[in-house]
T-cell receptor, first 116, second 112 residues
Framework: GAVVSQHPSWVICKSGTSVKIECRSLDFQATTMFWYRQFPKQSLMLMATSNEGSKATYEQGVEKDKFLINHASLTLSTLTVTSAHPEDSSFYIC????????????FGPGTRLTVL | QKEVEQNSGPLSVPEGAIASLNCTYSDRGSQSFFWYRQYSGKSPELIMS????GDKEDGRFTAQLNKASQYVSLLIRDSQPSDSATYLC????????????FGSGTRLQVQP
């Protein structure tokens, strides 16, 4: 089956620094990738939709200047958390719609970000 | 506000019992419904998907969908301690956007 990778799997950084998270599709080309975050004991919340070759679409309340998304190729999307603060500490997951139909969804393994 | 609602639990059942997890959704345009299991610190994994009214069975799991009542449930028969996890209900609409909307999850505890 399709495989999605994320790197790094976990990262600890100091407040004010920037962190880049990569999401790669290993088996198919993905024109769209969804970025979610999950705070402890809460659900996955959609942050933005990453579109290959065009600008990302951000959900209401998500700062696009803080969470920079670059869909550089059909197999790679990156999420950069700029000037990270402790409240950005979360579990970040990318989810890819599958190539064969709209009911398929492939999950990345997630990236645990801790900002000190 | 389009929402997916679940009881946060914890739902505690003895080993071997049936666990019943419920979910309601607000968007009548929802077309696809999913149940995911999530262990602490891990990404969710798909258990069941259901698209039409009625029941769908897969092993110990049965998903039930009632679009008129905007209700979807998951039954787990012969519950095992390894089933202890958080169960997320998710829906997607027919808009073509394909992004999933998740409920907040129900934590299930299966007591040995």
């Amino acid at each position: 089956g399709a495989v999605v990778s994320q790197h790094p799997s976990w990262v600890i950084c100091k407040s004010g620094t920037s962190v880049k998270i990569e999401c790669r599709s290993l088996d198919f080309q993905a024109t769209t990738m969804f970025w979610y975050r999950q705070f402890p004991k809460q659900s996955l919340m959609l942050m933005a939709t990453s579109n290959e070759g065009s600008k990302a679409t951000y959900e209401q309340g998500v700062e696009k200047d803080k969470f920079l998304i670059n869909h550089a190729s059909l197999t790679l999307s990156t999420l950069t958390v700029t000037s990270a603060h402790p409240e950005d500490s979360s579990f970040y997951i990318c989810i890819l719609p599958g190539p064969s139909g709209y009911n398929e969804q492939f999950f990345g393994p997630g990236t645990r970000l801790t900002v000190l | 506000q389009k929402e997916v609602e679940q009881n946060s639990g914890p739902l505690s059942v003895p080993e071997g019992a049936i666990a019943s997890l419920n979910c309601t959704y607000s968007d009548r345009g929802s077309q696809s419904f999913f149940w995911y299991r999530q262990y602490s610190g891990k990404s969710p994994e798909l258990i069941m998907s259901i698209y039409s009214n009625g029941d769908k069975e897969d092993g110990r799991f049965t998903a039930q969908l009632n679009k008129a009542s905007q209700y979807v449930s998951l039954l787990i028969r012969d519950s095992q301690p390894s089933d202890s996890a958080t169960y997320l209900c998710a829906v997607s609409t027919s808009t073509g956007r394909r992004a999933l909307t998740f409920g907040s999850g129900t934590r299930l505890q299966v007591q040995p």
